[in-house]
């Protein structure tokens, strides 16, 4: 799979997730739109990543990364509280997340053989 195509995945699943799981709360937290807004800036990257600038590949796999990271203490406090909805949330945004690093990283391995 092509890197524009994993990091579209992975936003649009970072957008479209995080605003069903503060509109579905029944106590909604601001703080669940940050999944959201990495995704909207993952979207910009797509075209950078299409013409393959370098600069923009890496800045998408640093929001990837922190995107990664910052999903753990939810998925964590989800578990806590047996939310089994929650966790299936997180854990969907986690495994797009993943994905779209491992596709950034091969691509950045087929790119250092050439």
């Known amino acids: 799979m092509k890197t524009t195509q994993a990091n579209l995945i ?7 997730i995080s605003l069903w799981g503060y509109f579905s709360s029944s106590s909604p937290s601001p703080t669940a739109f940050i999944p959201a807004v990495i995704g909207i800036f993952l979207l910009f990257c ?19 990364l922190l ?3 910052g ?4 998925l964590t406090g ?7 909805i929650a966790i299936i949330r997180v854990a969907l945004m986690m495994v797009t997340s993943v994905f779209a690093m491992t596709t950034f990283i091969r691509s ?3 790119a250092r053989k050439k």
């Open 10 to 16: 992975n936003a649009f699943t970072l957008i479209a």
């Open 46 to 64: 797509t075209n950078g990543l299409k013409n393959e600038n370098k600069i923009i590949a890496h800045v998408a796999v640093v929001l990837t």
């Open 67 to 69: 995107a990664i990271i």
């Open 71 to 74: 999903l753990i203490k939810p």
């Open 78 to 84: 989800a578990i806590e509280r047996i939310d089994n």
């Open 108 to 110: 950045f391995i087929a």
